[in-house]
């Protein structure tokens, strides 16, 4: 049997699992930073691991017309398993930061744009689900990546999924 520690795991040094997300991470209040995307670590990908993809969503989220739908915050694809995370900040600045950063592929959030968008909340007690899939594979999903495209694309080539969740 695997030892926990081998598990494979998405960590933030700023957010403990099923700790508070941090204002600065959010789109309110003062303090907040808008478009100030989190930093992320990870550990032991799975054997294989040729990428990895990133999708954050508010999984409480009420639609305004009936149950509750998801509301996406980032999608980030095509991460280099050389890397072992994502700095504080890192939501557009791929490019400038070279190197095997700018492979990474930021896809469109619920607002249409690429990027991280912080939160809004018209409520509290929120649960923000970050979810980390090593894949087989890297996946051209053209200019325009959404997390319906990249969901169907990860569907054959998830090697392991980790999860970090955090509350607002």
Not at 42 to 55: A, D
Not at 72 to 87: A, Q, R, S
Not at 143 to 156: F, M, Q, Y
């Amino acid at each position: 049997m695997a030892n926990a520690s081998d598990e494979f795991r998405l960590v933030s040094p700023n957010i403990n699992h099923e700790g508070k997300l941090p204002r600065k991470y959010t789109d309110e209040g003062q303090g907040a930073q808008k478009k100030m995307s989190p930093p992320l670590e990870w550990y032991n990908l799975p054997e294989g691991t040729k990428s990895l993809s990133l999708v954050v969503q508010d999984i409480d989220a009420p639609d305004p017309n009936g149950p509750i739908v998801p509301w996406v915050i980032w999608v980030v694809t095509n991460i280099p398993p050389t890397l072992k995370g994502l700095p504080e900040g890192f939501s557009g600045k791929g490019e400038e930061l070279g190197g095997d950063y700018a492979h990474v592929k930021e896809g469109n959030n619920d607002e249409k744009v690429p990027g991280w968008r912080g939160p809004t909340m018209p409520s509290h007690g929120h649960r923000f689900e970050f979810r980390l899939f090593a894949l087989d594979d890297e996946l051209n999903l053209g200019n325009k990546v959404t997390k319906d495209k990249l969901l169907e694309a990860v569907e054959d080539h998830v090697l392991g999924e980790a999860i970090l969740i955090a509350m607002c």
